[in-house]
């Protein structure tokens, strides 16, 4: 089964949560969770010399949703076996097995499972496994005004783009095999040097 | 399609789903503040069974920059999952009309809770926000009898439509009440808006056409583009925008963004931000003009060719010893050089990125310089708009593939109709510049050619009926709130009031009378692009107006029966769905789209849309660049006018120059105001809202809350920290927001999002975070146009009581 994977362009993605939105609306998502997130990077100082400002500000933003990880911490992290790989190689939930214990939670590096209360269960992205088997794209890809997202079989995404996946403030991406592919943005390397952070963690 | 059996279970589940968000919500009418999240778990609890229908339409999108296709999934009647443009191929001539997150957001705006359901009339204070429901037959008799008396007692120039945006296809909004009025008699008109005001009015002194602007695919010829205070990928200026601006980077054009904030744009469309101080850009491009110049950097040939007013060669008669726009740029007349040092202590850009700036701009060829309409809402708007325009036209970058004239930039080629529905004629001749309403309130019959009255040498009333359709200008989206509040609160000034809209807005609480629309999915419409696009959209009727609401056009065609002039108004008895034939197929394919299929075509094929693909991009300004003797512009001269006669004529030129000028404005940081206020506030347009539409709708405001943005350094010696509650004032009012405390934006100004639902507290201090408690009322010296973002207030952190 093949591994599937997202490409998300940083260089290109403008924080404007048309993924997210599409995400919730065809997923029906309450707000208690975001089964896709969109991080603010934000770095840099100001320095200000006789009214001029020199040196400038730096931020991007990173759109994540579940990377469908060749080495799922998750699913090793579930006592119940309800985070497992289905059918169609995704990383999916049996909300009948899932006691709602959030050990996936705390296992994911991506924060991709998350607890909803209103359905007493721990929920995550499945791909939009419905519109994959069909040939579909996810939701959110389909949704990006500017074509940052795409979606595929990891081969696939990586002919088209390389295999870059690592960028900053992300999890060493060795431990995890994420199926994500990341075209940087200009201002990654100096993010990583100034050891950037997300901007407002409460907005996640 | 069974239309009617259809029809029939539509509204009988939709009823039962307004039900079950009532019974969840309780009394919801009169509710002050925000909700829980209600709405979202009555969206993700509701299972529909029934058979799935897809239809393609039109984005309700208000007025929004974009225009984009969303295929709605309908179940029963209740619209279950909004998806978009899925087309094949999305090429650059043809790309698909991906919707953003207001439009993938709408269910949570279409079956919100608070939803206006029937007839209300005032029973408390105006503006107190009581309600009665009433029925619809008393409504119209209310409507009847009050324009009726304002009519027989004032004329119908006592009577207002005001501008508003809140539901905006060809069909639905304003329109339909202008065309009643005017079939009765007329109504005061006004000219212009909010959007655009000075560059509206500027750009044509320059060019002597809005049509400045290629069409957008040509973006992808350029070497070099300027997003200055623009800001495409957050604000929507055309759907696509920010993905051509992406494509153009790919085909290797530089980009650099000027603007106060680190925009959404800043960070994904260009490869440099420069901040710069809000009003301070005409101070930047002076100072590029000086480098280019002085650095003989002109495109000289297109200036001797095109250009009039440049320097002392080629002014305008009886001018001949004016001052050019080259002396002012040298400084020749008032011995200032208008040198990046100059323009360094001005607007905080070093003087050596000036330089750099202009350089580049000058000499790689075909460059864009995109000016956003943010820099125009403000104190000396049309400044700015001019000495843009004058930059691409010293450079040669007008009438060539990949360059750009800059100004309002309407598209070359064919720009959209924005309204087709026919309004008739108004008998009533005076229009007043919008943004003047108030005035002509309180002093209407005062209000003149210097207020910029046209059609009339005075007005001979002052308002004193106010019918607002879709519309949240009358207390939310105008200018100075506390004054705005005190006018129509003032029942002997506005002696009625009616508001007609899907929600109590702010506005709708000062109304006597709430009358409720439906939305633009319940109702039929035609849609086309907004400044760009090659589109129509079909809007047809989804879902069935829930409870009593009932579409704009069928009010309209309801109160015309009462007046006696049902016949007129509807035409011979068209419906929403007929006019929507007419307008297609009489209308779009008898004017730009002959090609474009019939009416009946369209709707059974489930397109939601026609485009015309644009491989060969139209340039704007082409055959008069080729041959300005042959092709002149309208201008006096026929030619590009960096000095213009017409304003000269104004002898106004300390607020109207001649030439473009930067001009300290009224309220600045220079100035003695600042001691008191020192941060300039600006209130971009937000990702969650267009204007003040969905504010309430939680699934945008939960992705982007209201915020008072602040930089870490204002924050620091104010002690504020990020996600304090602050609370924002100046002379005019106060508000009180939570903040962010960001990097992201120039020291000394704070950015408060506009369009938040202003909600008073007792003190009469916003709790919504509206910058409109703050702004004034002052006019634009030429256009009378809105100057929303020249405002000066102090932040400190709030302390209750």
Known sequence: ?204 | MNAVTEKTRGNSFSRRLFVKLSALTGALLLRKGKKSDDTASVLSGYLASGEEKIIRTGCPAHNCGGRCLLKVHVRDGIITRIETDDRPGDDVSDPRLRACIRGRSYRARQYHPDRLKYPLKRTGKRGEGKFERISWDEAYDIMHREISRVVRQYGNSALFIPYGTGSYTNLNGRWPAVRLLNLLGGSLGYYNSYSWACTNIATPYVYGTLNTGNQRQDWLNSRYIILWGWNPAEMIDGTNSAWFIKKAREKGARTVCIDPRMSMSAVALADEWIPIRPGTDAAMMSAMAWVIISEKLTDDDFIRRCCSGYDSTQMPKGCENEESYKDYILGTRDGIPKTPQWAEKITAVPAATITRIAREYATLKPAVLYQGYGMQRRAYGEQVVRAGAALSAITGNIGIPGGWASGLASQAGGEPFWTTFPMGDNPVKARIPVFLWTEAIIRGKEMGAAEGVRGADRLDNNIKLIWSVASNILVNQHSNINRTIKIIGDEKLVEFIAVQDNFLTPSAKYADLVLPACTQFETWGVEDGWKYGEEVFLTPQIVDPPYETKSDYRICADLAKRFGVWDEFTAGGKDEKAWAEWIINEYYRKTRFPEMPKFKELLESNAGVYVRPVSEPVVALAAFRKDPGKHPLSTPTGKIELFSKPLFDMKQPGEIPAVPKYITEWESPFGSEAEKYPLQAIGHHYMPRVHSTHDNNEMTMNAFPQKVYINETDAGKRNIRNGDMVRVWNDRGALVAKCKVTSKILPGVIDIPQGAWYNPGEDGTDFGGNINILTTERWTPLAKGNPQHTIMVQVEKYRKG
């Open chain 1, 1 to 204: 089964m093949p591994q599937y994977a997202f490409h998300i362009d940083t260089s290109a993605c403008s924080g404007c949560k048309a993924c997210q939105a599409a995400c919730r609306d065809k997923n029906n998502v309450g707000f208690d969770v975001k089964w896709r997130r969109v991080y603010e990077i934000e770095g840099g100082n100001w320095e200000q010399k006789d009214g001029v400002f020199t040196s400038l500000p730096f931020s991007y933003f990173i759109s994540l949703s579940c990377n469908n990880c060749g080495n799922p911490v998750c699913v090793k992290a579930c006592p119940t076996t309800a985070m497992h790989i289905g059918r169609n190689g995704i990383t999916v939930i049996d909300s009948k097995l899932c006691i709602g214990c959030k050990y996936c939670e705390w296992a994911c590096p991506y924060s991709a499972p998350q607890y909803d209360p209103t359905r007493k269960s721990m929920t995550k992205c499945d791909l939009c496994e419905d519109y994959v088997i069909t040939g579909k794209k996810p939701a959110c890809v389909d949704a990006c005004p500017v074509r940052a997202l795409d979606f595929g079989t990891y081969s696939e995404m990586s002919e088209k783009y390389g295999t870059e996946n690592e960028l900053h403030p992300l999890p060493d991406p060795v431990s995890y095999d994420p199926g994500m592919i990341i075209k940087p943005h200009r201002d990654a390397a100096r993010a990583k040097n100034e050891n950037a952070v997300v901007a407002d963690k409460k907005e996640i």
